[in-house]
């Protein structure tokens, strides 16, 4: 199975700041990496896609790089609406593998 | 607009049965691959498995700690996906999720469901 990596588990941030969430793949996984967030009680929300391409209706502030083994999240300037837990996941081989979740919370 | 809707969960003995639910609206269910992921309380995301559609003989995939037990099905006259799920143990207690997977293949989500509460208890 492929083992995905994120960092950090948790971070605080202001509102305005830039953050990056970073995962790392046990294996290559070419560009099937996806990213997803989620709010207290509800289900994800696909953000990212093939990992850079923002699924309709995202934000630009959201963006995504990386390929092989190493994948990144960025949010260019953090809105409150966006103090959440955000996941990525290798959709490239079976079983389908999630990385373990970045908590972003209000500095 | 994309709908999941599951239903079904519940409290369940230890060794006992559930079969979960996941109703699609807003799109035509039955061109889309299904899947199920769960989330134990306080954890991450874990992948259950997959079902195709019916030009790929709605075939299946499932995550190892799944097979045998637990079986994935589909009804598109009802826009429906089912889990049924057997001799359950108190580590499959979780949140269910349904999500779509996305056309433009590749195998990735595009939509999810809000979940529901599978509870494996004596």
């Known amino acids: 199975d492929i083992q995905m990596t994120q960092s950090p588990s948790s971070l605080s941030a202001s509102v305005g700041d830039r953050v990056t969430i970073s995962c790392r793949a046990s294996?290559?996984?070419?560009?099937?990496l996806a990213w997803f967030q989620q709010k207290p009680g509800k289900g994800p929300k696909s953000l990212i896609y093939t990992a850079s391409s923002l699924q309709r209706g995202v934000p630009s502030r959201f963006s995504g790089s990386g390929s092989g083994t190493e994948f990144t999240l960025t949010i260019s300037s953090l809105q409150p609406e966006d103090f959440a837990t955000y996941y990525c996941?290798?959709?490239?081989?079976?079983?389908?593998?999630f990385g373990g979740g970045t908590k972003v919370e209000i500095k | 607009d994309v709908q999941l809707v599951e239903s079904g969960g519940g409290l369940v003995q230890p060794g006992g049965s559930l079969r979960l639910c996941c109703i699609g609206?807003?799109?035509?269910?039955?061109?889309?691959?299904m899947d199920w992921v769960r989330q134990a309380p306080g954890k991450g995301l874990e992948w259950v498995g997959r079902i195709r559609k019916k030009i790929n003989s709605f075939t299946t995939e499932y995550a190892a700690y799944v097979k045998g037990r637990f079986t994935i099905s589909r009804d598109d006259s009802k826009n429906s996906l089912f889990l049924q799920m057997n001799s359950l143990n108190t580590e499959d207690t979780a949140v269910y999720f349904c999500?779509?997977?996305?056309?433009?293949?590749?195998?990735?989500?595009?939509?999810w469901g809000q979940g529901t509460l599978v509870t494996v208890s004596s």
């Open positions: 294996q290559g996984i070419s560009n099937s």
């Open positions: 999500a779509r997977v996305a056309s433009m293949g590749g195998g990735y989500f595009d939509n």
């Open positions: 609206s807003g799109f035509t269910f039955s061109d889309y691959y």
């Open positions: 996941q290798q959709y490239n081989s079976y079983p389908l593998t």
